[in-house]
């Protein structure tokens, strides 16, 4: 088995056993190695890479939205955000600065949940994901829902820091972490797909880790 | 590493000279820009970077809005824009 380059701690995973071990609890070595996406190193910190100064919205002033495509758009106060339904997360996430982080734990609101509270428009396709500060992230509608996403306000049982994207964020795993939009208020649902700050300016528009989609053209 | 501000990941625009002469082949960092949102002028090596991130954001001092954004992958460099008075970069 080879070493990934420069690494040493971490082997790179044997693409025959590799995906079969994914989610499961496996002592370190070749199983946790399998759940490193291509190209990726593993880290025990949680780095903060930031674009922008870091929002800091009152909770008072806090709403999350759901607006564009539906019949009638949804909105919560921090308060009521709090009373919709909320579940525990363990998910492994990848940074396209080459970081993955294994077993983060999380709680927050599905996103199914939330879509649950409107009408879709039969157009509706991509959604928009904005936040404080003015940043944007595009998803396809299908890849946010069934279980794929969440708005998480809890770290490691904590609240979420402000510098990994507190109070809120989304966290949409299978996709790489600029996907997961820090201090996020609400999703635009439309009917085209609309790239984002960073999806307009050389990064691929989808950006699955396990197939590498970095850039723009990958 | 943690200030009160919280912005603890900003540098300045003379941190990303190098980047900035490469794409640009000239040292930049005393051109003038000025922002799009609020018209405050500053030389480019005094604007807000933001370096630790997918790119490089360079942010009006007085507003923090977007004035340069720069992203290098392996293959090329894509820079956008958006401040007034500074030049677009040339095609890279
Ligand atoms: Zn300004």
Redesign the interface.
Known sequence: MMLARGLGFCSVPDPFVARGFVGRREPAGSAQAGRIPPGQHLVKDFP???????P?TPLQKWSFRIEGLVKEPASWSWTDFLKLPAQDFVKDISC??KWTKLDTRWRGVSVDVLLEQVELDRRAAFVTAFSD??YTTNVPLPELINGQSFVAYEYDGKPLA??HGGPARLVVPHLYF?KSAKWVRGLRVMERDEPGF?E????NNHGDPWKEE????D | M?EA??????LDGNAVAGTLAEIYGDDMTTVLAECANCGKVDHVGGL?A?V????I?L?CTAC?T?MV?I?Q????T?V?VRAKRMPAAPRT
Request: hydrophobic content about 30%; proline content about 8%; overall charge positive.
């Open positions: 903060v890479l930031s674009a922008g100064p870091t800091r396209v600065t500060g003015g402000p510098e600029w960073w307009s300016l050389g990064y970095r850039y723009t053209g | 943690t501000k919280g912005d603890d990941l900003v807000l933001y630790r991130a997918p790119g954001v942010r923090q977007v954004r992203v992958t392996p293959n090329r894509f956008d």
